[in-house]
């Protein structure tokens, strides 16, 4: 770089504002006035007024959205002075502005893919809101600038030179960002007062810069515009027929005062350095135009510098400010842009499988921009679903939450009542017919149930999940990763056990804290250990002979192991095993037993974790034994923590699917209800609580009927989140009802008794007490409860009336029928219409019992006030297991009852709702890192069988269509 043209810079980066008079956006003195000078149009000043009006816009936008900050990054590759100067000038601007501006400055070595990869960086960052790569890029290898320029994401182009931007200025669509230059200079024109319609506009050079986007605007402001180059004859005669001439041809006082028309607006885009003995630099500045000569002929004439120049910076900022103003808008917008999928229901009703492959999924991506998810927030899995980043919190942390809807059930037949196909006609109902915002909160289905009894938990008929393939094979593997966490403590406890049996305290300590390069070192959570155990020292090498042993054994007590390894299918042989039969395991066999992957510890704690730091917090504190003094020995005392979360990471996203209508669905977690507290995960309920705003809804369910997981939403799940519902929704049918007054026995795979196909109100009166049962557990929560009926098609309209009347009298907010089944969302707005009235009433939620309670007494207020007993009654060894975990500390947990899910009582064979009876606890645990301490009210398997023909037999691959067939 000359010496020249370095003065030239340093006398560009310098130029004063100061420079042009203040008090007019043209600069005009006595003597001109006289002579009949142009009118000297001050880019400066009019730039200084732009700067000011959008300093006010900003102010007033961080006003109605707090912590919004206007984003624009400043890539430049290598480190031209020239790029430098102009770099500076556009970051004093936007700080002056407002605007949190940053040099993204990268290596001359940079390659294209490299280049590529940050420039899609920035537009997926939310906080980025222009983008603009400082040209000529500087750089070793060769890389196509205009790829990069087409890179920056049409929304962020500040700059307006991508494609897109510059095609939607040609064909007249002004909705774009506006190239800089051009728009500055149409401001100048604008702002003489000469009227632009119908004048003559000559621009004079076709740049894609400049020239040639210059006379688009011009053309579109209703000029009539003749464009001019280095091939145009006659050029003279033409500029001078202009009204306005525009020029920027790149040679140094080309045009002449001959060139112009007589009071034409003379706009000079030129900026070029010529030599000027005269100045302390050598060097002045000039224009494309001779300003001494055009001065004396234009009208108005913009200065060099001082003109244009000032005027691409301001309006590089004005684009940065409208796309902020966008951002934000689209952030706190209170609707969704959501299209909802047609739906045409068929008659008779098909399989589940069959509608749901006749309907064609939205492109996930796509549902997720409806939703108001950034593109960095959404991790793709195919086209049918995705995981949605934790971020998305931080990002609507200021965001009202919506209203909070749970839908339970009254006690289920084994059919079930339809608790998820209620919940998805609901959403369908909310978001497609009554265009609210709306998310549907649900648990991941195990693969158990999917091939033993129930071949698929989307929901059914019209109101599902889709593709429901998907929902209910794998999904994301987020319930594999649960198994993986889970077996891989299982493996770490039995070994630390085989290990300690078969080494003295300073080999075991020495091979728990080797020498690596001779150097001994305690990893972050042995350190942890060490200071749980009171040993103040971090160098393994100072630690006394005592402190080994204190340090390197945990004494587990082998009968006290209350951790068992999981698989997610129903495996009844793996239901009491024997462990250690290898000769290699030196005699140390013990007895244990496999469960099913969902009823894993960690899949309660993914389900109640607020965020990743809570997790990890759990995974460590969850107990697997007790050692043989009768202390706690938990995850992090075994080493494993940090390992578990590492497999668990990914697994705390929650999976973005969608309903047969196109609206969301967040799916997450699948804890059992009988043994765990069967619900969606906080985290999924949370995301989909700030993204449908305050007017929005998010209808999550609890599992089994509402003594079970409802009760457990409540005190378990509702106490950790801090979350309180709106309101219940309570599904129940007339046959349910039915069975439960004493009619015959309901059973998967065998014809329904015509009790049950035929109008027997007198039956259905009997059952009442059960429905009633379940209202006044909803009640008991402070939630105004609507029933919902779900019709089926041998109901009657007298039976419904007799279902309806009898929930409002009991104190029900509403009672309607639903046909959400047969005819998706259009069948459920009578539901849809109670769940928004209710939400309107006061919240008054409140929770059953208070945790200072004794752990018995926890016990007994859940079973007289959901089930209706009059007490419970613990076995011995429950009495013991409840002392020693209220000595250990536990004792203020929340309660959850491990109980049937087929009666209100601890029998499942027992129908209605009993009054009065005993309750028997036989068995009581902590689950610690999930925050609860479990009552075993009874035999409850934690390990499902297979029937003697499960629904395997149905499901199979087609080989020549790839499709999953036999989900029903």
């Known amino acids: 770089m000359s010496a020249q043209y370095q003065r ?105 893919m490299e280049l590529l990869d940050k420039v899609r960086e920035l537009n997926a960052d939310p906080q980025v809101h222009g983008i603009i790569v400082q040209m000529p890029l500087d ?106 001439l525009l020029v920027g041809i790149g040679v140094p006082e080309m045009v002449k005062g001959s060139w112009i028309k007589p009071g034409a607006v003379v706009i000079d885009c030129g900026i070029n350095c010529k030599p000027d003995a005269s100045k302390a630099s050598g060097t002045r500045l000039v224009g494309d135009v001779d300003y001494e000569q055009a001065k004396l002929v234009a009208g108005y004439l913009t200065p060099v510098p001082g003109g244009v120049g000032p005027m691409t910076v301001a309006m590089l900022m004005k684009n940065t400010v409208a796309s902020a103003t966008r951002a934000a808008a689209r952030a706190n917008r209170k609707s969704w842009q959501l299209q909802p999928l047609p739906l045409r229901p068929a ?15 939205k492109n996930i991506g796509h549902l997720a921009e409806e939703i108001g998810l950034e593109p960095n927030e959404v991790s793709l899995y195919g086209s049918n679903k995705a995981k949605i980043s934790l971020n998305v919190l931080q990002r609507l942390r200021t965001r009202q939450a919506g209203k909070y809807v749970v839908v339970a059930g009254i006690t289920p037949t084994p059919l079930g009542e339809g608790k998820t196909t209620t919940l998805m006609g609901l959403v369908q109902a909310l978001g497609a017919h009554r265009q609210r915002n709306v ?41 594999h990763a649960v198994s993986a966490a889970n077996n891989l403590l299982a493996a770490q406890l039995d070994t630390r056990i085989f290990h300690e049996a078969t080494q003295l305290d300073k080999a075991l300590y020495q091979r728990l804290v080797p020498k690596v390069k001779g150097q001994r070192k305690f990893s972050p959570i042995q350190l942890r250990r060490l200071q749980r155990l009171g040993i103040d020292k971090t160098d393994p090498d100072e630690l006394t002979e005592t402190e080994y042993g204190k340090f390197a054994r945990l004494d587990i007590d082998p009968e006290t192991i209350m951790w068992e390894r999981v698989v997610d299918i129903n495996d009844r042989y793996l239901r009491d095993i024997t462990i250690g039969q290898s000769p290699t395991e030196k005699g140390l066999v013990r007895k244990t037993r496999f ?52 497999l668990l990471k990914d697994a705390m996203e929650p999976n973005l699917m969608q309903s047969l209508e196109g609206t969301p669905v967040l799916v997450h977690a699948g804890p059992f209800a009988n043994i765990a507290h069967g619900c969606n995960s906080i985290i999924a309920d949370e995301i989909g609580l700030k993204l449908v705003g305050s007017d929005g809804y998010v209808c999550t369910e609890a599992g089994f009927g509402s003594d079970i997981g ?118 459920a707005v009578p539901l849809a219409d109670a769940v928004i009235e209710a939400c309107k009433l006061p919240n008054k939620f409140k929770l059953l019992y208070d ?32 002392q020693r975990l209220t000595d250990a500390g536990y004792g203020k947990l929340p309660i959850c009852m491990s109980k049937t899910s087929g009666s209100l009582t601890g029998d499942a064979n027992i129908k209605g709702a009993p009054k009065g009876f005993t309750l028997n606890v036989e068995n009581v645990y902590v689950s610690a890192g999930a925050g609860f301490v479990v009552a075993m009210c009874g035999d409850i398997t934690k390990m499902p069988g297979l029937s003697t023909r499960p629904a395997i037999y149905d499901i199979d691959l087609n080989t020549e269509t790839g499709q999953i067939e036999g989900l029903f």
């Open 851 to 882: 945790l200072e309670l004794p752990l018995v007494d926890k016990m007994n207020k859940i079973a007289q006030t959901m089930y209706g007993a009059a007490k419970v009654e613990l076995s011995q060894e429950a009495l013991k297991q409840v």
């Open 439 to 479: 998310v549907a909160a649900l648990r991941q289905p195990s693969q158990g149930p999917t091939f033993g009894i129930k071949g698929g938990a989307a929901g059914g008929g019209y109101a599902q999940v889709i593709p429901m393939e998907e929902f209910n094979l794998h999904l994301t593997g987020d319930i």
């Open 139 to 244: 750089c070793e290898a060769s890389i196509d600038a205009h790829r990069i320029a087409d890179a920056v994401s049409p929304a962020k182009d500040v700059d307006g030179l991508h494609t897109l931007n510059e095609g939607r200025l040609a064909t007249g669509d002004l909705t774009g960002f506006l190239p800089c230059t051009p728009w500055g200079c149409l401001e100048l024109i604008r702002r003489t007062g000469v009227e632009i319609a119908g004048a003559h506009a000559v621009v004079l050079g076709r740049s894609k810069i400049v020239g040639t986007p210059a006379a688009e605007l011009l053309k579109w402001s209703n000029a009539t515009v003749t464009v001019c180059h280095s091939k145009t004859r006659n050029l003279e005669e033409i500029t001078r027929s202009a009204d306005i």
């Open 710 to 827: 409802m009760e457990k939403f409540c005190n378990i799940k509702c106490r950790s989140s801090g979350r309180n519902p709106d309101a219940m929704v309570l599904v129940t049918t007339v046959r349910a009802i039915k069975m439960h007054g004493g009619g015959a026995p309901v059973t998967p795979g065998a014809p329904l008794n015509k009790q049950y196909t035929e109008e027997n109100l007198e039956l259905l009166e009997q059952g009442l007490p059960n429905l009633l049962q379940h209202i006044s557990n909803g009640r008991a929560f402070g939630m105004p409860v609507i029933v919902s009926i779900n019709a089926h098609v041998a109901d009657t309209p007298a039976e419904h009336k007799l279902l309806k009347d009898a929930a409002l009298k009991a104190g029900a907010f509403a009672a309607v029928v639903s046909t959400h089944w047969s005819d998706g969302g259009a069948g």
């Open 595 to 646: 469960s099913i992957a969902v009823a894993s510890e960690i899949m309660a704690v993914l389900a109640l974790s607020g965020c990743l730091a809570d997790m990890k917090k759990r995974l460590g504190e969850m107990v697997v034994a007790f050692n043989k003094s009768g202390q706690p020995v938990t995850a992090d005392d075994l080493g494993v923590t940090g390992a578990l979360a590492v």
């Open 8 to 112: 030239f810079l340093k006398v560009l980066e310098k130029w004063p504002a100061e420079k042009t008079k203040v008090g007019s956006e043209w600069s005009c003195d006595s003597t001109s006035k006289m002579t009949g000078e142009a009118k000297i149009i001050s880019g400066t000043l009019v730039a200084k007024n732009i700067r000011e009006e959008l300093c006010r816009e900003v102010k007033a936008l961080r006003a109605t959205h707090e912590a919004f900050v206007p984003g624009l990054r400043i890539v430049q590759v290598g480190g031209r002075e020239d790029s430098n100067v102009y770099i500076r000038m556009k970051i004093k601007a936007a700080t002056e502005i407002g605007i949190n501006a940053l040099h993204v400055q990268l290596p001359r070595s940079i390659t294209e």
């Open 347 to 361: 008659r008779p009703v098909p399989s589940d499988i069959v509608i749901a492959r006749a309907q064609r999924p």
